[in-house]
């Protein structure tokens, strides 16, 4: 079955700086990328997703690429903000079936 | 509030009960999802329905679990014989019809087993 591996697991980045989260999955079916933030004792919350027809894709500060030959993807947030700290999830998805999630990126933006 | 809702939002039971969880999802989503989450990990799959058809159970999920989505709308999630192990937040997630389409969670149960 598809695993999603996520990289790294705590990240510390200062006020006004790029984070990059970078995650791979393991079947090259999957063709749904979708990305999750969770705040503290809140429910995650999706803030982008990516097709398999699609390279890059980009919404204000967030953007997110997509590699198919080397089955990666990654999230860009550019200029942080502190509302920006939170656990960020990806997730891959084959064709019509269930999502699998990778372990997290704790994003912490320092001031 | 048109979101997805989860019933109770805690739960405290003793080992050896049973407990049951409500999710009620979008009203037009077909898909309905049910994941585990415990402290500093991603949302664990155990479950999914289309409509009222459960499509697929996780090998994780032992025989204690059990979920229904009778008329294809609300869902329950029943864990027989509790554990300390089953000590976890309960999430429920729709989307409108395929795993490719946006989940939209719930805010979760969190059940402890003492």
Known sequence: GENVEQHPS????????SAVIKCTYSDSASNYFP???????????LIIDIRSNVGEKKDQRIAV?????????????????PEDSAVYFCAASIWDDKIIFGKGTRLHILP | DTGVSQDPRHKITKRGQNVT???????E?????WYRQTLGQGPEFLTYFQNEAQLEKSRLLSDRFSAERPKGSFSTLEIQRTEQGD?????????????????????????LVL
């Open chain 2, 29 to 33: 989503h077909n898909r309905l999802y």
């Open chain 2, 87 to 111: 000590s976890a937040m309960y999430l429920c997630a729709s989307s409108l019809a395929s795993a490719s389409d946006a989940q939209y969670f719930g805010p979760g149960t969190r059940l």
């Open chain 1, 65 to 81: 690429t997509l590699n198919k030959t080397a089955k990666h993807f990654s999230l860009h947030i550019t200029e942080t903000q």
């Open chain 1, 10 to 17: 705590t990240l510390s980045v200062q006020e006004g700086d």
């Open chain 2, 21 to 27: 969880f409500r999710c009620d999802p979008i009203s």
């Open chain 1, 35 to 45: 990305w999750y933030k969770q705040e503290l004792g809140k429910r995650p919350q």
